[in-house]
Structure formats: structure tokens, C-alpha cells
Nanobody
Framework: QVQLVESGGGLVQPGGSLRLSCAAS????????IGWFRRAPGKEREGVSC????????YYVDSVKGRFTISRDNAKNTVYLQMNNLKPEDTGVYYC????????????????WGQGTQVTVSS
């Protein structure tokens, strides 16, 4: 079992920045990949960014490339998502999720996830 706790969401104006944090804990922190997905009203769940554990390979959905950066601090068991130049369409609840085993594609199916943190981009 893995516990994931997100923080760092909030209200920001278009063009602004936020940094999300995800602290992982539990008796077994072994995972294949970890990252972020989001849910927005009227939209399907979307994998935003993920990082493979063994080599740090990253994935970004096209709409956030060049604006978002995923990183990790192994000593703190924490994953971050730096979000710059935020747009209204980035609004949603952001969840930190982990994948235990590799699937056909990274950042699609998550085995564990946190409670989510709200990100609202509005003027």
C-alpha cells in the first residue's frame, strides 16, 4: 500500500505559476512510475506528466510541454510538478498517482492515487 498526499494547488491568474508536491509514504514504495493526472468538469481524466523510476524517463501530455516540469527528490520520497504559464484550460483537480507495473503506455493507468488538489486558473 502506498499513500500519496498532494499539496500546492490554488487559484492563480493566467500566466502564473504553481508548484505541486506529492509526498509518498507506506511500507512498500516500490513503483514503476509516478506522476500526475487531472480531472476537469466535462473532460476525461488526463495523464499530465509522469516519470519512470529506474531512469527518470519523463512523459508530458502535448498541451503542457514546455510549460510543466516534473521532478523528484528521492531522499524525501517527493515528486513535484512545476507549472508555469498556466492557462484556464489547466483548471482541474490534480492527482498524484503511481503505477506499480509497466503498462502499454506510461501515465495512463494508476494503481494508487491521492486525494487531489484543486488548481484554478482564472482572472
Amino acid at each position: 500500500q502506498v499513500q500519496l498526499v498532494e499539496s500546492g494547488g490554488g487559484l492563480v491568474q493566467p500566466g502564473g505559476s504553481l508548484r505541486l508536491s506529492c509526498a509518498a509514504s507506506g511500507p512498500n514504495l516500490d513503483y514503476y512510475a509516478i506522476g500526475w493526472f487531472r480531472r476537469a468538469p466535462g473532460k476525461e481524466r488526463e495523464g499530465v506528466s509522469c516519470m519512470r523510476r529506474r531512469d527518470g524517463l519523463t512523459y508530458y501530455v502535448d498541451s503542457v510541454k514546455g510549460r510543466f516540469t516534473i521532478s523528484r527528490d528521492n531522499a524525501k520520497n517527493t515528486v513535484y510538478l512545476q507549472m508555469n504559464n498556466l492557462k484556464p484550460e489547466d483548471t482541474g483537480v490534480y492527482y498524484c498517482g503511481s503505477e506499480v507495473l509497466p503498462g502499454e503506455d506510461m501515465c495512463v493507468i494508476f494503481d494508487y492515487w491521492g486525494q487531489g488538489t484543486q488548481v484554478t486558473v482564472s482572472s
